[in-house]
């Protein structure tokens, strides 16, 4: 069952190689070929030995030496076709792969993406991608090579006498055990030094971004004497590997040399057996060490093997995660109805969760009209306008946008209905103008500033140096917490959506600025539907419908006016606000 | 580099006896495992087809028996020292490095990347291990390997000898010419794999931004470029660096050939046995190939030295400045003071100039001005962070620069903007301050921050892993449990960054009750934007553009008119 398992697997894995199948083969064929040429030169040695230099023929021997001379050039180029078509099938195959990964990355549904971590993926899609490419690089030239030299030196051996090759038949399966065995038993412990190690990443990590924590706790001894424990942890690992890794080397060389001891006793009763020459001794004799120094490379190389499988794995398991998420076939362009957004008796279980984050909601609203969302840290106000856009889909109950079920639309035109503005803004390394046109390629500069105007940006975007050509670092590191969220709210609103959502999107603004932003929102010329998730009440107060929630149910629906009467809970959060805020002004 | 190599000597000054001893061995291992060919080679001298002396081949063999085994052993015994000298190192390096993390001044990690740190500490440290000690370790026995090899040449046959010897070097030439025309393949290779990751970490960071405006398309499109150049340039670059190989194997079996046609003759001149020619063969195989090696050993040994050189210059960073012989403080009760306070990140930048400020005991101080006016600066300064640049913060009359900074610091409890929980439970998060509380303390102390109703909800209640920087809790709930933290372990004064910003409303009165319970008394600096939450503030200190503008309680500021009344005024403007 596993077994199948893994050929179905690997399987899935070759498809990879598609538009470089030609090379993975001839690859590893053209080491062969040199290998074969390799194989060739005891042989030719021991002509020299047994017929040049007993006849005293120097013309023979040089032509032979020419001979060795032709082996090598032949090899060379052998060699660099080899070389060269496992450079391009390594690298094409990690081309193809790393491009599926990507592409599969954008299928998934945020519940997969929330399983696997963003900064997990992100080491697969590159680190892990390029250690597979050297292994699998190395594996295509050099893997092939020493089985072929090993096995080969004993076909040869076999050709020259049966009955002292028969010291290779027993030498290279005792040779195999040695190698593969030991390879075997540290690719368990090199996990275990892999995941030990991330321990101790973890700890240097948390000790930078926690320095001001830990010294304000006075920990630091505490923290030095965790890390030195894991420190400690990791090194025992390390050695374990070693110790075990340590015992190739001079079992082979032992094991090689006993056999070269057997072949040259067995060839001496042979040669007085008149079975072999002395030449031929030589030439088995050469044979066996060939093997050894194979050996040796093949060991050294081995050891990059685990680590390739590793990380071959971890890519290929973000493939095989499957997207929960099934895409719709709506693309049409009818979107009237009475409703723009209707939530019926919708809940939500995020999948590690034990308990639902949205419980049995129902609410409706109108084209144009606009819904504050309140409720304590944690309430599920992020959920409720996940469900907008599919970024997650309720467990139970129906989200319907212009009266279509979310589900029916192709998620490319129901995310294209909305202008969504995220709690924390997240803007991208590239001009200012880039990001705007990020959700609307096609918007003019006019629609761009008159975005930003409304967004309260352009004030600080025309100062900019170079304006809209100002680049963005990464991380957005050049820009303030309120800059990066105004531009962020500038670039929802460049696509002019039928629905904009901002979650909790105004609060790095002081409050100035959050009013003009509001007024500027209402005064919009393509009138969407707004919803806007808050914990502040003067930025959800003028909202037409108001939802308060609490632990996932609903504690109230209705105007502020209307929640002032029947919810104490609106009314606690209002009082806590503004009435105290304007008692203390008095 | 001269630095580098000795911080190196100092490092593995430990372990001075294994090295020497791995150098030995080594030395004695390459030396008799390359007696073995000999051996052999008199060996097969003896096999003529004109009678054998079985006697003498036996002698030969079981010579070369036991010192193959002895070999195996040396050998065996050289890879567990230098396993241990290794392991050892990276162990000990590791952790000088996190020990010099635990003391540098804040300022030094706040202006360096952690990623370039932590890759310090990482990945530098794996390199150098890896580049350094195996590359020695290979190093040396390639030098063994040549000088033995070239010995027992010379003895067997000293002009054929001479011929490998001279031939040989040719092919460092050759290794030296192809890795210099492959340098700039990987620059360029390592500069696209970088855009490459950095456009990665965008998309995939951003992947909701990405969905929500359908820009998945593009962003295939501009990966798929960056993909198929580091496919051109990858190709190119891994062929030509593995064009080494090759051609020095080239050169070395035209060597073989050389060795073989002059000993060839040499045997027929009568000049050497063919046993001799056998034996010196197998030494022109192993003598060429330390030259192949010892190229990219040394660009390696580079490599490592360049990895050290950055762990060692973290390592060497000076410390803060040492508070051994200073003393404890008083009994703090909340007596702050700062007189003529000047300070600055940079020197180009003045920011706080000539600051006074009396704080006595039990009063509240309200730090307030727009995002990035520089609030957190008071706090740096407070807890010694950093250190004023002239100037004297004074707890208890006594200067903070002239006390342990343990006394200094376990007197604040302090929430931060950032909230950072560490990696554990949330038991051991909330006990940081006061590791041996009782669980009737610790559930006492969440109540009081209105943690506890949400901490028995989670899965394994307070036994629950927060995971990696928190992950599994929301922004309220991990600054609750920063809260519950300080209120926990209880200390006389306390600095809040706009602690409550991160909590809902509702629950910002439950806590702001709780603190009021915790300040009372104690005296406390508190960071926020919300002005509602600071006007019952004995004093309210008013910032911009990094400097104190104005000082005063509410009613006086307001009275003033001046910044702090505009601020307080827009809050409510429609």
């Not at chain 1, 129901?414 to 200012?432: C, D, E």
């Not at chain 2, 343990?406 to 051991?428: E, F, I, K, N």
Request: charged share 20%; glycine share 8%.
């Amino acid at each position: 069952m596993k077994d199948l398992r893994e050929v179905r697997e690997i399987k899935n894995i070759l498809k990879y190689f598609k538009g470089y199948t030609l090379e993975a083969f001839t690859a590893p064929f053209f080491k062969i070929l040199e290998a074969c040429f390799e194989l060739l030169v005891p042989f030719v040695v021991a002509a020299i030995i047994d017929n040049g230099i007993p006849s005293g023929d120097k013309g023979y021997i040089a032509k032979m030496c020419g001979v060795l001379v032709l082996l090598g050039a032949v090899g060379l180029a052998s060699t660099l076709a080899a070389q060269y078509f496992a450079a391009k099938g390594a690298v094409g195959f990690c081309t193809n792969l790393r491009r599926a990964v990507f592409e599969h990355i954008g299928d998934l549904s945020f519940s997969e993406l929330d399983t696997l971590g963003q900064s997990s993926l992100i080491t697969r899609i590159t680190s892990d991608i390029n250690t597979v490419q050297s292994g699998l690089n190395m594996m295509l030239r050099l893997m092939m090579r020493s089985p072929i030299i090993v096995f080969g030196a004993m076909i040869m051996a076999f050709t020259i006498d049966f009955k002292a090759a028969l010291v290779f038949a027993a030498a290279i399966p005792i040779l195999t055990v040695i190698v593969v065995g030991i390879t075997l038993r540290c690719i368990p412990l090199y996990d275990g030094v892999q995941r030990r190690l991330e321990g101790v990443l973890l700890s240097t990590k948390e000790n930078l971004t926690g320095a001001r924590v830990i010294r304000a706790f006075c920990k630091e001894d505490e923290e030095t004497a965790r890390f030195a424990e894991k420190n400690g942890l990791l090194c025992k690992a390390q050695k374990q590997v070693g110790r075990i890794s340590a015992a190739m080397n001079p079992l082979t060389f032992v094991t090689v040399n006993l056999a070269i001891i057997i072949l040259i006793w067995q060839g001496a009763l042979r040669v007085e057996g008149g079975a072999l020459t002395q030449g031929l001794v030589i030439a088995l004799y050469n044979y066996m060490s060939q093997i050894l120094v194979e050996l040796v490379k093949l060991a050294n190389l081995i050891i990059s093997v685990p680590k390739t499988v590793a990380c071959l794995k971890r890519t290929v398991e973000v493939l095989d995660t499957e997207s929960s998420m099934a895409d719709g076939d709506y693309t049409g362009r009818n979107i009237s109805s009475e409703y723009a957004v209707e939530f019926i008796s919708c809940s939500l279980k995020y999948r590690s969760a034990s308990a639902e984050s949205l419980e049995n909601i129902s609410l409706a609203l109108k084209p144009g009209e606009s819904l504050g969302v309140i409720g304590p840290t944690g309430c599920g106000k992020t959920s409720l306008v996940s469900l907008l856009p599919r970024f997650y889909d309720a467990t139970s109950g129906e989200v319907r946008v212009f009266g279509r079920n979310v589900k029916d639309y192709s998620l490319e035109r129901l995310r294209g209905l909305f202008g969504f503005v995220q709690q924390k803004s997240r803007l991208f390394h590239g001009t200012v103008r880039e990001n705007m046109l990020f959700g609307a390629p096609e918007a003019s500069d006019e629609d761009i500033i008159e975005a930003l105007k409304a967004a309260q940006a352009w004030e600080f975007v025309e100062k900019l140096d170079g304006g809209l050509d100002h680049v963005i670092e990464q991380g957005q590191s050049n820009l303030s917490g309120g800059q990066a969220q105004r531009l962020s709210i500038a670039r929802a609103l460049v696509r002019k959506p039928k629905i904009l959502v901002f979650d909790d999107s105004s609060s790095a603004l002081d409050y100035q600025t959050d009013a003009k932003l509001r007024a500027a929102l209402s005064a919009l010329s393509f009138k969407p539907t707004v919803v806007t998730v808050s914990q502040r009440v003067s930025t959800v107060m003028h909202c037409d419908k108001i939802i308060v929630l609490e632990d996932g149910k609903t504690e109230g629906i209705g105007s502020h006016g209307e929640l002032m009467q029947t919810c104490p809970e609106y009314r606690e959060i209002y009082d806590s606000q503004i009435r105290s805020a304007e008692g203390g002004a008095a | 580099m001269k630095k580098t190599v000795k911080s190196l000597l100092k490092l593995l000054g430990r372990s001075k006896a294994a090295l020497a001893l791995s150098i030995a061995l080594a030395a004695a291992s390459v030396g008799l495992s390359l007696y073995v060919p000999i051996l052999f080679g008199n060996a097969i001298d003896e096999i003529v087809e004109t009678g054998i002396k079985f006697d003498v081949v036996f002698g030969f063999l079981s010579r070369a028996g036991i010192i193959a085994a002895v070999t195996a052993l040396l050998q065996w015994a050289m890879g567990m020292i230098n396993n241990r000298i290794t392991y050892d190192a990276v162990r000990n390096v590791r952790r000088l490095a996190f020990e010099k993390i635990e003391v540098l001044p804040l300022k030094y990690i706040d202006s360096h990347a952690y990623g370039d740190l932590l890759s310090r500490v990482i990945s530098d440290v794996d390199q150098f291990a890896d580049g350094l000690l195996m590359g020695f370790s290979q190093f040396f026995t390639g030098v063994c390997t040549i000088f033995v090899t070239l010995g027992f040449m010379l003895y067997i046959n000293p002009r054929v000898a001479l011929v490998a010897a001279l031939l040989t070097p040719l092919s460092i030439f050759v290794a030296r010419f192809v890795a210099k025309n492959t340098h700039s393949l990987f620059e360029k290779q390592s500069k696209i794999r970088g855009s490459q990751t950095a456009l990665v970490d965008e998309m995939i960071g951003g992947e909701k931004t990405v969905m929500a405006y359908g820009y998945r398309a593009r962003a295939e499109e501009r990966f798929d470029k960056i993909n198929r150049e580091l496919e051109t340039t990858t190709r190119k670059a891994l062929f030509y660096s593995s064009l080494v190989n090759p051609t020095t194997r080239f050169v070395n079996s035209m060597v073989y050939a050389a060795v073989c046609l002059v000993g060839a003759f040499t045997v027929i001149s009568g000049g050497m046995s063919v046993g001799g020619l056998s034996a010196i063969l197998s030494y022109a195989n192993q003598f060429t190939k330390p030259f192949n090696e010892i190229s990219g050993v040394i660009t390696e040994l580079q490599n490592a030295l360049v990895c050290a050189g950055r762990i060692f210059e973290l390592i060497d960073e000076p410390a803060q400045p040492s508070d051994e012989a200073f003393g404890e403080l008083p009994p703090i009760k909340g007596n702050v003071s700062l007189q003529n306070v000047y300070f600055s990140y940079t020197p180009e930048r003045p920011l706080i100039t000539d600051f006074n400020l009396d704080v006595r005991e039990g009063r509240r101080v309200a730090i307030v001005g727009p995002t990035g006016c520089g609030k957190t600066t008071l706090i740096n300064l407070l807890m010694r962070f950093y250190d004023v640049d002239s100037g004297v913060i004074a707890v208890e009359g006594k200067n903070i620069a002239e006390v342990k900074r343990r006394s200094l610091r376990s007197g604040y409890g302090m929430v931060l903007q950032d909230t950072w929980l560490r990696s554990g439970t949330v038991r051991d998060n909330i006990t940081m301050g006061k590791p041996d509380a009782t669980v009737e303390e610790i559930i006492a102390a969440a109540k009081a921050t209105h943690a506890h109703s949400f901490i028995k909800r989670l899965p394994q209640g307070y036994d629950t892993e927060v995971g990696e920087d928190g992950g599994s809790l929301s922004a309220g709930q991990r600054q609750l449990l920063c809260i519950t933290r300080v209120m926990l372990s209880a200390p006389p004064m306390l600095i809040l960054d706009e602690a409550t910003s991160n909590i809902d409303t509702k629950t910002e009165i439950r806590v702001q009750r709780a603190f009021e319970k915790l300040m009372s008394g104690k005296t406390s600096f508190i960071v926020a934007h919300r002005l509602s939450t600071v006007m019952s503030a004995d004093i309210i200190l008013v910032m911009r553009d990094g400097n104190v503008v104005e000082q005063g309680n509410h009613s006086e500021l307001m009275a003033k008119g001046g910044f702090y009344a505009e601020l307080y005024n827009s809050q409510f403007r429609r």
